[in-house]
C-alpha cells in the first residue's frame, strides 16, 4: 500500500473558507490569498495545538466560578432562591419535569464537562502522535464541534427570565455572576474546538508507510 | 491514485477539510452525498435547485424574523399585573442589570447574528437571480462561514421552553405570537443552509462574471 495523499503530501493548500485546492506554487510567499474567496490560506490552523490548549485552561479555570456562583435569584413574595447551574437542574427535577431537566442536565452540565475532557484527549493524542483509532476521534472531534452551542440554552433562559419576571415584590428574577463565568465557559470552549485541526490527527499516517 | 500536480489551482480535486485526503471531485446525482473514505466528513452534497431554494427559505425566513420581533414571545400574569417580552428584551434584560458583557452575547447570537445570516444570504443569492453579480461575494461567502456558529436561534427557541417550564410553577405564562414566528424562522433558516450547495454557488458566480 501507498502514503495515502493528502494536498499537504502533493505541496497544496486546501481552502479553510472554500475548499478550493490550491497549489504551493502561489502559496510560497507570506499571508497568500485564496484565488477563490479571497480568504487567507494556511495549510494547518496557525498554532493550533498552542491556542487550544491556552484556550482549554482558561475555559477549566473558569469552569470552577461558573458552577460554584449562583446564576440566578427568584424573589417572590419576600422569599427568594438562589440557583446555581446544577441547583436549577435540581430544582427541575424536584417539579417533576425529568424530560426538561435532563435536557438542560446534559446541555449545561454533561456538555462543557465532556467537551473540555474530550478537546483535552485530541490535543494530548496528536502531542503523543497516538496511531490508533483516528477515525473514532475524527469523530470525536466532529460531535464535539457541534454539541458546543448547546450549552447556551441557560443563558438564554436566564436573559428569558430577568425580561420578563419583574413584578417588584410579587416576583422578581434577577442574573448572578456565575452567569458570566458560565458564558465565558462555553464561548471559550467554542474557540477552542474551532483553534483545534482535526487534519493534525491524521499527519503523521504517512509515516508507517515509509517505514 | 495519479495525481496530476501541476495545477495552480484546481476545482476538479478536492482536500477533505477535515483530514486533508485528496479526493477527486465525484459526479453524483441531485440528492446524494459524498463522503471522506478516510474520516467519514461530509464532501459533497447535491440539490435540486440549490439556489432558488436557498434564496427562497432565507426570504421566507427574514419575513418570520420581522414578525418575531414585533409581538410578544411569552407573557407572564400574576396577582392581576402582566409582563410581556419580546425577543430583544433579553439581551436589554442582561444589558441593564449591570450585565452588559451578556447583553452582548445574548443580543449577537439570538438577533445580530441570525438576522445577519439571513440578509447576507438574501444579498448574495437574489442578485444572482437576476444574473447579476453580488456587490462583494468573496466577503459575502467568508462573512455566512464565520457568522453561522454565532447564530444560535435554534437553541433560544430551547431556551424559551425551559424558561417557560420554569415560571409556570408559581404563575400563568402564556405563548405570545412571535414565539410561531420564531420557531418558522428557525426552520426557514436551517432549510436555507441546508439546500445551498456552494459548490453550485461557486459556478453559478463564474457563469454569471464570464
Known sequence: ?211 | MEIDKDFTYTESLIACPECDLIHSVPSIREGEQGRCVRCGALLFVRHKNSLDRSLAFALTGLMFFILANIFPLLTFEMEGQSESNRLIDGAIAFWNAGYWELGIVVFISSVVAPLAVLLVLITLLLPMQFGRSPFSPQFQIRLLTHLKPWAMSEIFILGIIVAFVKLQDFADVSVGLSLFAFVLMVAATVMAYLTLDEDALWSRLKEIRA
Open chain 1, 1 to 211: 500500500m501507498t502514503a495515502p495523499v493528502t494536498a499537504k503530501s502533493i505541496g497544496a493548500i486546501s481552502c479553510h473558507v472554500c475548499g478550493l485546492l490550491v497549489s504551493s506554487g502561489l502559496t510560497t510567499t507570506h499571508n497568500a490569498r485564496c484565488p477563490r474567496c479571497d480568504a487567507r490560506l494556511h495549510s494547518r490552523k496557525v498554532n493550533s495545538l498552542s491556542r487550544t490548549w491556552a484556550l482549554l485552561i482558561a475555559a477549566g479555570i473558569l469552569y470552577v466560578p461558573a458552577n460554584v456562583y449562583p446564576v440566578l435569584t427568584l424573589i417572590s413574595f419576600g422569599r427568594s432562591t438562589t440557583n446555581t447551574i446544577m441547583g436549577g437542574v435540581i430544582e427541575l427535577a424536584h417539579s417533576g419535569q425529568m424530560v426538561i431537566a435532563i435536557i438542560v442536565f446534559v446541555a449545561s452540565v454533561f456538555v462543557p464537562i465532556f467537551k473540555i475532557a474530550a478537546l483535552l484527549f485530541l490535543v494530548v493524542s496528536v502531542q503523543l502522535r497516538l496511531k490508533v483509532q483516528r477515525r473514532k476521534r475524527a469523530v470525536l472531534y466532529r460531535f464535539t464541534e457541534f454539541i458546543g452551542r448547546w450549552s447556551m440554552i441557560d443563558i438564554f433562559m436566564i436573559s428569558i427570565l430577568i425580561g420578563l419576571v419583574k413584578l417588584q415584590a410579587l416576583a422578581t428574577v434577577t442574573a448572578g455572576p456565575g452567569a458570566i463565568a458560565f458564558a465565558a465557559v462555553v464561548i471559550i470552549t467554542m474557540f477552542a474546538a474551532m483553534t483545534f485541526d482535526p487534519r493534525l490527527i491524521w499527519d503523521d499516517e504517512g509515516d508507517d508507510y515509509d517505514g
